[in-house]
């Protein structure tokens, strides 16, 4: 296969430019934070970084926003982030321009990123009538008791480079309804997108007729993140990235009895079965695998085949994995874009040397791509590479699209090598037989917090919770419940009897 080679960066930073003006940004210049684009490698403009002032001012507006926020109905507050939807919808290419430029996702890619951001309001929307609270019957005559929600506070959202808008999205979509507001420290690798985002949800909150305040977006490195970490005033801190962030900021938040949802790195497998319908399993993995060029957190990692099928589908999948076109993402055939950047394409390849020193076999895959048209870019084929033993670089999260290949015979074989990881996010299997897709499914199969059956592990939908156990962090984001994590419930007692009587039968007086 050739590869397209991307536009110039003269033409990427006019496109750019067109999408942001479109969307109502003007682009705070500065010197300090570069807007770069893994299309070329090469930056775009230079902005301002958030000063630790900044960084207070936001925090501060935010507080002080969410005290009236707080007491907006829930329905009220709907109409906000109804108004962000159509705004999402009227700019979803605009925005989609944003996310291929700065995040190097292939067109469909990253229109399914916006998609997913206008699901979300939609779910926000219909979730502002439905923050229930259940009432529960009281062991005592006269009594009543409820479960009532309230709104928590100023939610810090901490987020990475590779959903740069969507999960953004999940967090402030639910916040809001939740009566919450919001401070965004996006990844400073993704910069143009989060000022699109910040400037879509202030127009909504200027014609929904909202303080402008619900929402403070703050451009920056770590030092800005670490701020949101420590101040008091950030109620829950949501930070979806690596485990080694989620180590530093979890016990730090957890100091300050402050709340944090952390969506951490996967190590995703899918098991194959013998009775697998393999025309579904291929294009399932391959997309899995290597779509998004390997950079979703819920991309498949690994693949655990029953041995009498294993030669069959590394077979197809080789096939398939030759043919995969790596190059321009705008480019509509393309289906692999760039890689973020060289520290990502070092990455992939030190695991791949690793991986190859302790006897793995490339199977496809591994080319560097178009390193004379695009010499800052990190275009490279998905490899695929078959491994003995499910050794330590396999048991490590290398964010890029490297799919590790297993045989087992017995299905608790299979489940074991499954969970024999420390991430927990995502799984799945591919079978015909209901018994093994059950099992895998029950408490003693797959630990991960999404477990799919005939499906691959990305692409989750909104509708349900998001997240994971174990390096993962234990946090859910999105859909179903996710949403009691941004409030904070506080159980009522209310007598309307003319006798007092306390619990558990105690008498006093
Ligand atoms: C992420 O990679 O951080 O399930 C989020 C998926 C997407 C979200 C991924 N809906 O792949």
């Not at 925005?95 to 998609?115: N, P």
């Not at 506070?153 to 969507?166: C, D, E, H, Q």
């Not at 970490?229 to 962030?245: C, E, F, H």
């Not at 096939?319 to 990502?344: E, N, Q």
């Amino acid at each position: 296969m050739t590869s397209t080679a991307p536009p110039t960066t003269d033409e990427l930073r006019a496109r750019a430019v067109t999408s942001l003006h479109s969307i109502g940004v003007t682009l705070p210049e500065g010197d300090d934070l570069p807007a770069r684009t893994p299309l070329t490698g090469e930056h775009l403009f230079v902005l301002a970084a958030a000063t630790d002032a900044d960084a207070d001012a936001a925090i501060a507006a935010a507080r002080a926003a969410f005290l009236t926020w707080r007491t907006t109905p829930a329905p009220r507050r709907g109409e906000l982030v109804r108004r962000l939807g159509e705004l999402l919808r009227e700019h979803k290419s605009d925005l989609a321009d944003l996310v291929t430029i700065e995040a190097g996702k292939i067109r469909s890619e990253a229109l399914g990123e916006v998609q997913e951001m206008i699901d979300i309001c939609d779910f926000a929307v219909g979730l502002s009538r439905q923050l229930y609270g259940r009432t529960i019957a009281s062991e005592r005559p006269g009594h009543r008791l409820a479960e009532t929600w309230h709104p928590l506070g100023v939610v810090g959202v901490i987020s990475a480079f590779n959903f740069p808008a969507a999960v953004w999205s999940w967090n402030t979509a639910v916040a809001l309804v939740c009566g919450d507001t919001v401070v965004w420290k996006p990844s400073e690798l993704t910069p143009l997108t989060s000022l699109a985002c910040d400037r879509l949800l202030a127009r909504a909150a200027e014609e929904a007729g909202a303080p402008s305040e619900v929402h403070r977006l703050l451009l920056g490195d770590r030092a800005v993140g670490e701020r949101l970490v420590d101040d008091p005033r950030i109620a829950l801190v949501s930070a979806t990235g690596s485990t080694r962030m989620g180590r530093a900021v979890g016990p730090r938040v957890a100091a300050r009895f402050g709340r944090s949802l952390l969506e951490l790195g996967g190590n995703n497998a899918a098991i194959v079965a013998p009775s697998a319908d393999l025309d579904l399993a291929v294009p399932a993995i391959v997309f899995a695998a290597a779509g998004t060029a390997g950079q979703r957190c819920t991309t498949l990692r690994r693949l655990i085949v029953h041995r009498d099928i294993a030669d069959t589908l590394i077979e197809r999948l080789a096939a398939a994995y030759a043919k995969l076109p790596v190059g321009d993402p705008f480019d509509d055939t393309t289906l692999v874009g760039p890689l973020i950047s060289a520290a990502a394409l070092d990455a992939m390849h030190e695991a791949v040397t690793r991986v190859q020193a302790e006897g793995g076999e490339i199977l496809a895959g591994g080319n560097r791509r178009l390193a004379g048209a695009a010499p800052a870019a990190a275009y490279i084929e998905p490899v695929l590479v078959r491994v003995a033993e499910q050794s330590d670089v396999v048991r490590e999260e290398t964010f890029a699209p490297i799919l590790y290949v297993l045989t087992y015979d017995t299905l608790d074989e299979a489940i074991a090598l499954h969970n024999g990881v420390p991430q927990g996010l995502s799984s799945s299997i591919f079978t015909r037989d209901q018994r093994e897709a059950e099992i895998f499914l029950s408490a003693e199969g797959s630990d991960c917090g999404i477990a799919n059956v005939n499906i691959g592990t990305s692409g989750a939908e909104i509708g349900g919770a998001f997240g994971g156990e174990k390096d993962t962090g234990g946090g859910r984001e999105s859909g179903s419940d996710a949403w009691k994590a941004y409030m904070r419930s506080a159980t009522n007692t209310v007598s309307y009897a003319t006798e007092l009587s306390l619990a558990q039968g105690v008498s006093f007086l």
